[in-house]
T-cell receptor, first 111, second 112 residues
């Protein structure tokens, strides 16, 4: 079993839809949870950064962490064609430890 | 303020050759990490440099080596290239080893 599981998609939605992206993980030591957006042939861009359980909102983006279920989510409201990208979840333990990434979910928002 | 810059953007090599990739961290950042991203996969951690020393290493063979210079820039060297080394190599920097990572656009390496 991989430490971080993420459905690679692809996921295709109409413009204006609410998008839900998810990851599960097996290592209960993970404390920091991130979502990165990666456009084609570009490096990952940090979207959301959360510590432990709870919700965090930033504009159209909401990140949720449920440590009891080992499940994290990213919601995108009022999705736009410019949101079309691959979304990577990532997580790490406390201290100087490396990020562990999911495979990424490829999202297409159709105008 | 320039972000993380990497060079070259693309590189084509043949099996058995050696390659050097370069990275300049974001201004104010002293920690550099390298990741390998194969097609359709998430990035995999190679190693981290801080204060010119390798601080952590992922599950990569000794063919992968690196260096950090006094100005915090870094190099990734890969010897005896294999076809399976074809990937996007990402450099990320942070203001200290425990902080958020900011990635560059990567170097696309193709091994033929």
């Amino acid at each position: 079993q991989k430490e971080v599981e993420q459905d690679p998609g692809p996921l295709s939605v109409p413009e204006g839809a609410i998008v839900s992206l998810n990851c599960t993980y097996s290592n209960s030591a993970f404390q920091y949870f991130m979502w990165y957006r990666q456009y084609s042939r570009k490096g990952p861009e940090l979207l959301m950064y959360t510590y432990s359980s709870g919700n965090k909102e930033d504009g159209r983006f909401t990140a949720q962490v449920d440590k009891s279920s080992k499940y994290i989510s990213l919601f995108i409201r009022d999705s736009q064609p410019s949101d079309s990208a691959t979304y990577l979840c990532a997580m790490k333990r406390t201290g100087n430890t490396p990020l562990v990434f999911g495979k990424g979910t490829r999202l297409s928002v159709i105008a | 303020d320039a972000g993380v810059t990497q060079s070259p953007t693309h590189l084509i090599k043949t099996r058995g050759q050696q390659v050097t990739l370069r990275c300049s961290p974001k201004s104010g950042h002293d920690t550099v990490s390298w990741y390998q991203q194969a097609l359709g996969q998430g990035p995999q951690f190679i190693f981290q440099y801080y204060e010119e020393e390798e601080r952590q290493r992922g599950n990569f063979p000794d063919r992968f080596s690196g260096h950090q210079f006094p100005n915090y820039s870094s190099e990734l060297n890969v010897n005896a290239l294999l076809l399976g080394d074809s990937a996007l190599y990402l450099c990320a920097s942070s203001p200290d080893p425990n902080e958020k990572l900011f990635f560059g656009s990567g170097t696309q390496l193709s091994v033929l």
